[in-house]
Nanobody, 118 residues
Framework: QVQLVESGGGLVQPGGSLRLSCAAS????????MGWYRQAPGKQRELVAT???????NYADSVKGRFTISRDNAENTAYLQMNSLKSEDTAIYYC????????????WGQGTQVTVSS
């Protein structure tokens, strides 16, 4: 069974930084695209950033220039470096991956809370 587990969330002041990690485990042949999404209270889940296996990244306009997505293919891990955090970045952050295992399936992590507040 494949699992994605996020870590690194927490409470940070406006202007601060956090680094989220997403580690995939289980029977994994490879992971194609990976992404970070977030859901704030009362809002729909939205895309934050995605990255291909080759390293091509895509960002939501709201985080461009502040967030950086990266991955370590050997470790089946994705990262989200978040700088210059704002109160509107407060949300639960979820990791998603398209995993090639016995079949190709999409998996989601359980989420990690990020709170930006003074």
């Amino acid at each position: 069974q494949v699992q994605l587990v996020e870590s690194g969330g927490g409470l940070v002041q406006p202007g601060g930084s956090l680094r989220l990690s997403c580690a995939a485990s289980g029977i994994i042949f490879s992971i194609t695209d990976m992404g970070w999404y977030r859901q704030a209270p009362g809002k729909q889940r939205e895309l934050v950033a995605t990255i291909t296996r080759g390293g091509s990244a895509n960002y939501a306009d709201s985080v461009k220039g502040r967030f950086t997505i990266s991955r370590d293919n050997a470790e089946n891990t994705a990262y989200l470096q978040m700088n210059s955090l704002k109160s509107e970045d407060t949300a639960i952050y979820y990791c998603r991956g398209t995993v090639v295992s016995r079949k190709v399936s999409e998996y989601w992590g359980q989420g990690t809370q990020v709170t930006v507040s003074s």
